[in-house]
Each structure stands twice: as structure tokens, then as C-alpha cells.
């Protein structure tokens, strides 16, 4: 028996990307994939990326992201790095680290009404969903 793809997805200070990331891999994976998420600065759930994710039938909730560490992301199969706006950097990892960078916007970055907001976050989630099914396909 095959053993789960191990895959670390990686934001910078906000982990709302990450945390969404992490349920739909686990979930779309079924069985077939172990994801984590981690932060530089890990923060607080939003409470946006939770009730985008539980539209999809997914409970995030309980999701919290680890501090970003090195000798984690050596241990995975893959990393993905999500940052993607001009002011973010992604962690610089070791360069024997398989890594994929799917720069995605930080929807918790957003300043307009809490109905655009939550659309922005439904954006970045299907984002990442295509990305996730894409992968797991190959």
C-alpha cells in the first residue's frame, strides 16, 4: 500500500490560504494525500476562509497552523508556497526542498464590505481548488 503524499502549504504572516489549502488537499485526497499548513507569523482563522470552506462541506474550524519551520518542510513530498502579493515574501526554503509557488492573493488582505470580502475569499478557495485537482491528477 502506497503511503499519502505528504504536502506543506506555506503563507507568510496570514494563514487563511494555507488553512484553506490544507481542507480541500484532505479532502479532494481522500485518503491519498496528508496536508499541513504553516505560517511565518501564523494567526487566527479567519472566520471568512471558515464559511467559504464550510459552503464546500468542509470544516476548518478546528485547523491551526504550525510556525514555519525548515526541518518540517525537509520532511515533506512537496511544498507549496501561496503568497502572492507584491508586499508578501515567501519563506526561503532549503534548496533541497521540492517546492511549487502558486501565487494567490490574500483574500484577508481585503478592506471593502464584508460581502465582497467573503467573494474574494470564495475566488481564492476555487483558486486552490483547481490547483489541488490538477495535482492530484497528475
Not at 488537499?25 to 491519498?32: N, P, S
Not at 514555519?68 to 532549503?94: H, K, S, Y
Request: glycine share 6%.
Amino acid at each position: 500500500m502506497n503511503r499519502p503524499v505528504e504536502i506543506l502549504f506555506v503563507c507568510t504572516g496570514n494563514s487563511a490560504r494555507s488553512q484553506m489549502a490544507e481542507g480541500l488537499a484532505r479532502f479532494l485526497g481522500q485518503g491519498r494525500i496528508e496536508a499541513y499548513s504553516a505560517g511565518m507569523e501564523p494567526t487566527r482563522l479567519n472566520p471568512h476562509a471558515v464559511a467559504v470552506m464550510r459552503e464546500k462541506g468542509i470544516d476548518i474550524s478546528g485547523h491551526r497552523s504550525k510556525l514555519f519551520d525548515e526541518d518540517l518542510a525537509r520532511q515533506m513530498d512537496v511544498v507549496i508556497t501561496l503568497c502572492g502579493n507584491a508586499d508578501e515574501r515567501c519563506p526561503i526554503l532549503p534548496p533541497e526542498v521540492k517546492r511549487l509557488h502558486w501565487p494567490l492573493e490574500d483574500p484577508a488582505a481585503a478592506k471593502d464590505p464584508d460581502s465582497q470580502v467573503l467573494a474574494k475569499f470564495r475566488e481564492i478557495r476555487d483558486q486552490i481548488e483547481e490547483r489541488i485537482r490538477d495535482l492530484i491528477q497528475r
